[in-house]
């Protein structure tokens, strides 16, 4: 089905970057039009632009901006301007490892140059690459998790890791859309994913527009449906995944695996390969604690009474043993997952 939300999240224009302002979805589909790393690196805080294969290709070209517009002319000079911009890209979200893959891979393009042309045209190409393999890597992975489903099947998901949260078809809404693909029929239940609510606002708004049958719930009823027997299995992004096999998503992800668990329900996260980090354990992970107005506040009406404390992980962490397989662009990676991973993904 050619028409599946075929629109790109990001965009490398040359000299400029392109994206949807998600903030002002489900209301308006808007874009915003930045040259400048600066306003990048908001964009990234402020959630203009979030999902993690989607921060990580616009950081990567928040880079790319200040390789292109740089006014360097030696190349150590260029590389140190890079090199404060990049940490300046990085300090914007801790939790998603894909943010520093992308920065990575375009200083580490820059870094192989011999003069500052070079390395500036080195950033360009290798931001467009990546734009481009980021659709053709979740189509990859959606194929290879369709068949986990079978016609008729609901599927849980949580937050929005789809369309949205990458430049383009999605990682869980992309094993959805390649599952719809095949001519299965899928129905997708949408928690709201309180505080920032991107299942209500994004997921449900890429979900009516391909007209893919799905049902929005309060974060409070994933449980009941599941004890219904109205879950057939729960597929779910990533914004990390530890070399131990520690799964980091969306706050609520964790609840939603223990409950798979207790309800036999199959518990999927659908990764590409840049959301893997070999590097670590789940210890050294930093999860994101974002402000307090998130909770307190719904869309900048007050809910709480003022002066109470607040409390606001934006990540939570499943543990190896609550996931039933990793659905990859490398194929599955099944328990045990340690193993696994060192054997596919390394
Ligand atoms: O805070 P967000 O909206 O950036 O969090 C997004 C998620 O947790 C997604 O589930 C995750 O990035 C996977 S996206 C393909």
């Given at each position: 089905m050619e028409n599946f939300f075929s629109i790109r999240t990001v965009?490398?224009?040359g000299g400029a970057v392109r994206m949807i302002d998600q903030t002002a979805l489900p209301i308006k589909l808007m874009y915003v039009r930045y040259t400048r790393p600066e306003q990048i690196a908001d964009a990234i805080r402020t959630m203009v632009v979030r999902g993690a294969p989607a921060i990580g290709v616009a950081a990567a070209m928040g880079l790319a901006l200040?390789?292109?517009h740089s006014k360097m002319t030696r190349l150590p000079d260029f590389m140190k301007e890079m090199q404060s911009t990049a940490a300046l890209l990085r300090s914007t979200r801790p939790t998603a490892v894909n943010l520093f893959w992308?920065?990575?891979r375009v200083m580490k393009r820059a870094a192989s140059a011999s003069t500052v042309r070079e390395a500036k045209e080195a950033a360009s190409a290798e931001v467009k690459a990546m734009e481009d393999e980021d659709v053709e890597v979740n189509r990859k992975l959606g194929r290879i998790g369709a068949d986990l489903i079978s016609d008729g099947d609901t599927v849980l998901t949580q937050c929005n890791a789809g369309a949205l949260a990458t430049v383009g078809y999605g990682t869980a809404l992309g094993v959805v859309r390649a599952a719809v693909e095949q001519g299965k029929l899928v129905k997708v239940l949408v928690p709201e994913t309180r505080p920032a609510?991107?299942?209500a606002r994004l997921t449900a708004f890429e979900l009516v527009r391909d007209r893919i049958a799905c049902t929005l719930l309060s974060d409070t009823a994933?449980?009941?449906m599941m004890s219904q027997g109205r879950v057939d299995c729960a597929i779910v992004g990533a914004d990390r995944i530890?070399?131990?096999?520690f799964v980091f998503n969306k706050i609520g992800t964790y609840q939603e695996a223990v409950l798979a668990k207790r309800h036999g329900v199959p518990f999927y996260p659908a990764a590409p390969r840049s959301t893997f980090d070999l590097s670590r354990t789940h210890e050294g992970v930093t999860i994101e604690e974002r402000g307090a107005e998130e909770v307190v506040e719904i869309r900048g009406k007050r809910i709480a009474p003022k002066g109470i404390p607040v409390a606001n992980p934006a990540f939570d962490m499943t543990p190896p043993e609550l996931v039933t397989a990793v659905i990859t662009d490398r194929g599955l990676v099944r328990p045990p997952l340690v193993e696994n991973?060192?054997?596919l993904i390394a």
């Open positions: 965009t490398w224009e200040a390789a292109v992308g920065i990575d609510l991107q299942g994933v449980g009941y530890t070399k131990d096999g991973i060192a054997r």
